[in-house]
């Protein structure tokens, strides 16, 4: 069993876009800036932010927090998002999800600018993705396919099976692993929450995405020898052991399934940390762009 190193990786590739950036400075050309909008005080999306703000301060790029009330109208954020889609500094920004539940989230997504939506949501770039065209890729199914070549795991002519369906894994990922491509060229099936036979498609799956959102639902005896698993699933459960009183599980049963598994992501450590290197690595392209 080889674990497919997240934290590892995504280290890897911010030092390369740091490298990057070092050459932009020094070729005098500007700086990649990134901007976060947040909405609201929800613990797990403070601590995605801070990760992400932390991130760019690593790789050289400048980075702007727009930290707004939980209260604030759909109105004033969208003239926020306005104003950074006219400010000329600003390279790429995300609107930070889950938004509060007054503000209608497609509305909000479909304002960003294309050419700055470094988190791929604008049907714009979903459509580019989907037609092989130049894009901004969702950062997390692209920390996928990036975690997959680093590690030369093959997946032309493979059976996999992903698990969700939402816009920003499931379905992305589906349509990236069907695609001719490295980290593609594979036989996709997507199962959602209505599927009948999942453990029958799961053991007959070279690879598995389990991106559902509940803890530790892929065991063992779903799956086959020699599988490949990647786990997406990320959920807080309280455990008063730790300091913080939750640990992280993710959607798959490490202990059973482990065992069985050629390649395996670890929670946290795995898809997690790609996710952010991957957002640094689309603002950085932005800014290349737009140059
Ligand atoms: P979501 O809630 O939007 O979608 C869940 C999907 O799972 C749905 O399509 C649903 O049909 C499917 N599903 C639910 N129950 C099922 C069942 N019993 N069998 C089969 N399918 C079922 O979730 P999401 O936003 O895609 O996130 C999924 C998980 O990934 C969450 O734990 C989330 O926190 C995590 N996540 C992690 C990262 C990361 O960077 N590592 C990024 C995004 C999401």
Known sequence: MILLDGKKTSADLKVEI????????????????????????????MTYVNA??????????????????????????????????????????????????????????????????VDGFHPTNVGRMTLELPSFLPATPFGILELLERYNVETSGKQVV????????????????SQKRKAGDATVTVAHSRTKNLKELTLQADIIVAALGIPEFLTGDMVKDGVTI????????DDSSKKSGYRLAGDVHFESVAPKSAYITPVPGGVGPMTIAMLMKNTLLACERKA
Do not use: W, Y
């Open 52 to 117: 992400k703000v932390k991130a760019c301060e690593l790789v050289g790029f400048n980075s702007t927090l727009i930290d707004l009330p939980e209260e604030t109208s759909e109105e004033t954020l969208l003239q926020a998002i306005e104003n950074l889609n006219t400010n000329n500094d600003i390279d790429g920004f995300i609107v930070q999800l889950p938004l509060p539940k007054h503000i209608d989230e497609q509305k909000v997504l479909m304002a960003i600018n294309p050419d700055k939506d």
């Open 230 to 237: 990647i786990d997406v699933g990320i959920t807080r459960i």
């Open 162 to 177: 992903v698990i969700g369906r939402s816009h920003i894994v499931g379905r992305p990922m589906s349509i990236l692993m």
């Open 18 to 45: 740091a490298a990057s950036v070092k050459q932009l400075k020094e070729q005098g050309k500007k700086t990649p800036h990134l901007a976060a909008i947040l909405v609201g005080t929800d613990g797990a999306s």
